[in-house]
């Protein structure tokens, strides 16, 4: 057993070599965590430093636009220029708080789109279009025609008539004289008869008379109704 464990003087050497190696890297071992967790832990960031990795890592923020199309939109965010003076303004309408109170009744052709819309039933587009109407017309010369309007349905029809009254008679065009080629295109004419009335205006002597022209195939006792109020044939 001695001289099992008995070493010359190189193996002792070697042996406190080792030993010496053993002990090296224990010390080593035993001290990288602690330098590992130290490099590994931040230092504590103070609120400004906090402030600027903040500022630093958000989006940048984005320019807001006013997009043109927006029903929300106001003049006041439109870019202009002296050679661009923006879209015009809209026109306004009066209120409902502003609506015309039971009883009154308007001139179907003098009343203007402003006034239209304060009889209850009637918004901006239906007063445009009944000014529109009129234009073509030459005037109304019955409340009833209010049913010939685009869009107009029995009972909005129903709700507004008895707000209106026919003052103002519509404007006649007299035939007598006539040159063909001023004959109007009117809403109560259709092609036809638009022109048979020409024929009539190169004629030596024209149209003598509605009963004249309920004669023609073009022609009927509804239509002299309806034209006798917009041209005069004597």
Known sequence: MKDFFHFGKSESIVSALLLLMVIL???VFKARPAAGSASATPSAATPTQETALQSSSAAPAQPRYTDARSPRKNRDSI?????YAGPPAKE???RTSEKYPRGTVVDLNTADSASLTRI???????ARRIVAYRSRLGGYYHVLQL???YGMDYERF???KDWFRIGQSPQRISLQGLAPDSLPRHPYLNYRQHSELKRLLRSR????G????MKLPAFTREDSTRLSHYFDLN
């Open 158 to 160: 129903v709700d507004i």
């Open 147 to 149: 049913q010939e309007v």
């Open 92 to 94: 306004t309408y009066p």
């Open 25 to 27: 890297g224990l010390f």
């Open 120 to 126: 209850p039933g009637i918004g901006p587009t239906f």
């Open 79 to 83: 870019i202009t220029t002296a050679d």
């Open 210 to 213: 509605w009963a004249q022209l």
């Open 205 to 208: 002597h024209g149209p003598k």
